[in-house]
């Protein structure tokens, strides 16, 4: 079946403690983006890849890290998280015809 | 001024009614649009890409305005299990394509 996964889908922390959300994907798709969405914002693009060792910037990049060191993970990564991070995530990747192919969401709560 | 806008809602509505969306864009450069549907605390899925010449699919109907710059979504028949928000994305040409996503517009069916 086609998917993409993440882990963990719901996470609570402290200010500051390291933390890494993976994403996986079986689709063989070159571009994956990651995504925060917040109420009343919508879906914002946090950085994005278009394939393996090539990562960009989105449009709200600061205090998150990536890497894409296969093909099929893109793990984001909060080396100093802070409550501002709160958010429900989302990892994608885009299929043929732009069909942009979500994973269930990892719902942080950073106290 | 965002470059994707839509109502918000809530649009509450009784089943078997007609209900009608639309999303605004703000680059004219702009070629491909979609709708994708999100239930509540899931991801969001693709409902269906939008056309020069407008498209059908089942009981809705997706139609582009390149002069006014809005896309516009219509359900007919409203069902229950058509409760969900309704995410507006514009492909936006800028360097590679990204995919811009409105706030949601909520729909409430009841019965």
């Known amino acids: 079946e086609a998917q993409v996964t993440q882990n963990p889908r719901y996470l609570i922390t402290v200010t500051g403690k390291k933390l890494t959300v993976t994403c996986s994907q079986n689709m063989n798709h070159e571009y994956m983006s990651w995504y925060r969405q917040d109420p009343g914002l919508g879906l914002r693009q946090i950085y994005y890849s278009m394939n393996v060792e090539v990562t960009d910037k989105g449009d709200v990049p600061e205090g998150y890290k990536v890497s894409r060191k296969e093909k099929r993970n893109f793990p984001l990564i909060l080396e100093s998280p802070s409550p501002n991070q709160t958010s429900l995530y989302f990892c994608a990747s885009l299929g043929g015809g732009y069909e942009q192919y979500f994973g269930p969401g990892t719902r942080l709560t950073v106290t | 001024r965002k470059e994707v806008e839509q109502d918000p809602g809530p649009f509450n509505v009784p089943e078997g009614a007609t209900v009608a969306f639309n999303c605004t864009y703000s680059n004219s450069a702009s070629q491909s649009f979609f709708w994708y549907r999100q239930d509540c605390r899931k991801e969001p899925k693709l409902l269906m890409s939008?056309?020069?010449s407008g498209n059908e699919d089942g009981r809705f109907t997706a139609q582009l305005n390149r002069a006014s710059q809005y896309i516009s979504l219509l359900i007919r028949d409203s069902k229950l299990s058509d409760s969900a928000t309704y995410l507006c994305?514009?492909?936006?040409?800028?360097?590679?394509?990204?995919?811009?996503f409105g706030a949601g517009t909520r729909l409430a069916v009841h019965p």
């Open positions: 994305v514009v492909i936006s040409q800028g360097g590679y394509n990204k995919l811009i």
């Open positions: 939008v056309y020069s």
